[in-house]
C-alpha cells in the first residue's frame, strides 16, 4: 500500500471554530479523494468524495485537492460536539473495480461545548 | 443509504481457535469486497480484495492460509481467522463496493480479542 501521511492529533478546539484537518501524500497517481468519519468502535462513514484537484463543498464540509502539492484538506465550519470523531482521509488511482483505498492513520477530533 | 453489516462485532477467543467474521450487503449487490485491519492509531490496511466468485487477491505480507477468504455470493464475503494468536487481536472491518453504482460503504467493524 502507498503511504499516506496524516498527523493522528489529537485536535480539540472549542464549539462553533473552524477545523481543518490535512494529508499528504507522495504517489501522483492517485486521483480520488475521499474523507471519512469514523466513531469510537465503527466503521468508517463517507463524509466527502473528490475527484481530481478542486473543491467541494457539503454542508458545513469542505474538501480541497491540491495535486500540485499533493495536499488535501478538510475544513469543518460551526464545529460540533457531535462532530468529535476520526477522520481518516483515502486516496485511490482508480474509481473502477478494485476500488482499494489507501488511508491515512486518522486525526482524532474533539470538539469541546 | 446502502449498508453493510457485520458480524461479529465482538469477539473473544482462546489461542489456537479459528474465527469467522461475516461481512454482508444488504440491499446491494457487491462483486467486490475489500478487508482491513485496524490497528490503534494506525491507519486502515488493506488485508485482501475478493470478487465474488474467484480467490481473494491478498496483499504482500498477509498470509492467505492464516485469513482465509470466501466471496461466495454477490452480498457476502468471510474472514476466517485460522488458529488465532494474540497477535491477530485487532479490528477488522469489510467494506463492499455497490455493483450499480460503484459505490463504496464499510461495515461496523469486528473487534477479535484472542487471549
Known amino acids: 500500500q502507498k503511504e499516506v501521511e496524516q498527523d493522528p492529533g489529537p485536535l480539540s478546539v472549542p464549539e462553533g471554530a473552524i477545523v481543518s484537518l490535512n494529508c499528504t501524500y507522495s504517489n501522483s497517481a492517485f486521483q480520488y479523494f475521499m474523507w471519512y468519519r469514523q466513531y469510537s468502535r465503527k466503521g468508517p462513514e463517507l463524509l466527502m468524495y473528490?475527484?481530481?484537484?478542486g473543491n467541494k463543498e457539503d454542508g458545513r464540509f469542505t474538501a480541497q485537492v491540491d495535486k500540485s502539492s499533493k495536499y488535501i484538506s478538510l475544513f469543518i465550519r460551526d464545529s460540533q460536539p457531535s462532530d468529535s470523531a476520526t477522520y481518516l482521509c483515502a486516496m485511490s488511482e482508480h474509481s473502477n473495480s478494485g476500488y482499494a483505498l489507501n488511508f491515512g492513520k486518522g486525526t482524532s477530533l474533539l470538539v469541546t461545548p | 443509504g446502502a449498508v453493510v453489516s457485520q458480524h461479529p462485532s465482538r469477539v473473544i477467543c482462546k489461542s489456537g481457535t479459528s474465527v469467522k467474521i461475516e461481512c454482508r450487503s444488504l440491499d446491494f449487490q457487491a462483486t467486490t469486497m475489500f478487508w482491513y485491519r485496524q490497528f490503534p492509531k494506525k491507519s486502515l490496511m488493506l488485508m485482501a480484495t475478493s470478487n465474488e466468485g474467484s480467490k481473494a487477491t491478498y496483499e504482500q505480507g498477509v498470509e492467505k492460509d492464516k485469513f482465509l477468504i470466501n466471496h461466495a455470493s454477490l452480498t457476502l464475503s468471510t474472514l476466517t481467522v485460522t488458529s488465532a494468536h494474540p497477535e491477530d487481536s485487532s479490528f477488522y472491518i469489510c467494506?463492499?463496493?455497490?455493483?450499480?453504482?460503484?459505490?463504496?460503504?464499510f461495515g461496523e467493524g469486528s473487534r477479535l480479542t484472542v487471549l
Open positions: 473528490t475527484y481530481s484537484s
Open positions: 467494506s463492499a463496493k455497490d455493483r450499480g453504482t460503484g459505490e463504496l460503504f
